[in-house]
Nanobody
Framework: VQLQASGGGLVQAGNSLRLSCVAS????????VAWFRQAPGKEREFLARIMWSTGSTDIADSVKGRFTISKDSAKNTIYLQMNSLKPEDAALYYCAARTQSRVVLTGARYYPYWGQGTQVTVSS
């Protein structure tokens, strides 16, 4: 599966941004799609996952209440809605995919398919 992330940019603290991830190449019907981010000098951090078949979602505690993940099946697109952005949210944001799992896998190593990343910068 090929993933194309977009929607990053420069935003002021407190504002919102929505990232998109378009999937192509194969069906996502039995897949999980997740969003990660990586700031300079830090490890890649799990943010959210959506199980494509059921639409169920999981959000990391670090962004719970501010970030949500959703999908548009007709467009084969996954979204990450980010509200109340903070300067510490600045990072390169990636979408990733793997075969559907009953447990939430938060390690980047479990995801074999990755988009190219989209940069989010938050000014204070």
């Amino acid at each position: 599966v090929q993933l194309q992330a977009s929607g990053g940019g420069l935003v002021q603290a407190g504002n919102s941004l929505r990232l998109s991830c378009v999937a192509s190449g194969r069906t996502l019907s039995r897949s999980d799609v997740a969003w990660f981010r990586q700031a300079p000098g830090k490890e890649r951090e799990f943010l959210a996952r959506i199980m494509w078949s059921t639409g169920s979602t999981d959000i990391a505690d670090s962004v719970k209440g501010r970030f949500t993940i959703s999908k548009d099946s007709a467009k084969n697109t996954i979204y990450l809605q980010m509200n109340s952005l903070k300067p510490e949210d600045a990072a390169l944001y990636y979408c990733a995919a793997r075969t559907q799992s009953r447990v939430v896998l938060t390690g980047a190593r479990y995801y074999p398919y990755w988009g190219q990343g989209t940069q989010v910068t938050v000014s204070s």
